[in-house]
């Protein structure tokens, strides 16, 4: 399991094809949990100018922070020796570093604008990271509380509300916003199509013999009849 760390390259390598098929798209990242840890992640790498914005719902500031907060709310356990040792075995297996997948510091040099979404009865990524990551954040934001919403509820909690906000969000970044609705696709990937919300959400999930891979959720507007 990479945290968000490894799929931040996942999500680059495929904007830069989505770039490569379409010159003039336009792209919003958007994630949850996980998914939204990953998106910050990428954020924070150096995109195509053709990714506007990004929408995260209830990302951890990092992998380190979050999992030492399980531990300790979950099992009653401290950090040490425990979550060292864990990642002394992830820097062998994995090649990362718990402390390296830090949501946090990637959201502090980007120059996307973000919006941070998090439901306020969220036990297993505590709300107050949004407020970390919100206040760590310095360019363009936007934060939404969804009251009520324990981990992942925030959008069938928050209903029709949370993606009026998401979408009012994106509409000041998109070149021509009235349009978006012309174009949504599901991308096939070994055969399989993983469904989708509701048009402009394109949901990947890609399955190797290495390791599952998940670009959660990538929006796409093209002017392209595709």
Known sequence: MGMGWHDRLDIKEWICWLVRQYPDS??????V?????????AAGEKLPSNVKAAVEDCGYTSAWS???YQMKSQFHLPAFPFLYCADFVTRIRAGYGMKEADALKCVAGTRLPMFFIHGTEDRFVPFEMMKELY????????CLAVAGAAHVQAALVGGAEYWDRVFRFVDRYW???R?????WRLIPI???????LKPMISIINIKSNVKDLTLHMVYCYTNENI
Do not use: H, P, T, W
């Not at 206040?135 to 936007?142: G, I, L, M, P, T």
């Open 179 to 183: 349009q978006r609705y012309r174009f």
């Open 33 to 41: 949990s996980m998914g939204a840890a990953a998106v910050m992640m």
């Open 190 to 196: 070994n055969g399989r199509l993983f469904g989708y």
């Open 66 to 68: 979050v999992l030492s």
């Open 175 to 177: 070149k021509d916003s």
């Open 26 to 31: 336009e792209i919003v990242l958007y994630g």
């Open 135 to 142: 206040d760590a954040c310095r360019s363009e934001k936007e």
